[in-house]
């Protein structure tokens, strides 16, 4: 009989950092799963970009005229859960109860600069294919010009 050490749970709090599937921080992540909940309850699941801070929380930039500004503006409880950039949840995580909140200001700024180091040129394609899908629907939505902090639980 062999002892083989116990395996670690798929989600777990190591230091003060949030720990999915054993070894990547929330905010190391390329993508997220991010769940907010309109006001009956329904979630609704939106893949995000995730830029590590202090603390064990990160945090991703949207627009003010969003659905997921516009539900947290009535609640801060989400879900969060690595996942690839289509919402496609990775193998063997798990969903994470976290709180969310929305910053401007100096918050936004210093979330921005992260965001801009993280994803480089990246962030300049997606402006302009929001300002291209903005004409084309006739109807613009600012880009980016809030910052959401999420801190799992």
Same mark, same amino acid.
Request: glycine share 12%; charged share 25%.
């Given at each position: ?12 709090? &190591?230091?003060?950092?949030? &720990? ?6 929330? $905010? ?20 995000v970009w995730a830029a590590p801070l202090d603390g064990?929380s990160f945090g991703f930039w949207t627009s003010s ?14 879900? &969060? ?54 004409? &084309? ?6 880009? $980016?010009?809030? $910052?959401?902090?999420v801190t799992p639980r």
């Amino acid at each position: 009989m062999t002892n083989t050490p116990a395996r670690p749970s798929k989600r777990s709090l &190591v230091g003060a950092r949030c &720990v999915v599937s054993g070894a990547v921080a929330l $905010g190391d992540e390329k993508y997220v799963l991010l769940t907010t909940f309109k006001r009956d309850g329904t979630p609704v699941a939106t893949p995000v970009w995730a830029a590590p801070l202090d603390g064990g929380s990160f945090g991703f930039w949207t627009s003010s005229g969003s659905g997921k500004a516009k539900r947290l503006a009535h609640t801060s409880r989400v879900t &969060v859960q690595p996942s690839d950039a289509r919402g496609r949840v990775k193998d063997g995580s798990q969903p994470v109860e976290a709180t969310a909140r929305v910053v401007t200001g100096d918050e936004y700024e210093q979330l921005r600069q992260k965001i801009i180091a993280k994803y480089g040129f990246m962030t300049k394609v997606t402006h302009a294919l929001g300002v291209i899908g903005g004409m &084309v629907k006739r109807k613009r939505i600012p880009y $980016g010009d809030i $910052g959401v902090i999420v801190t799992p639980r």
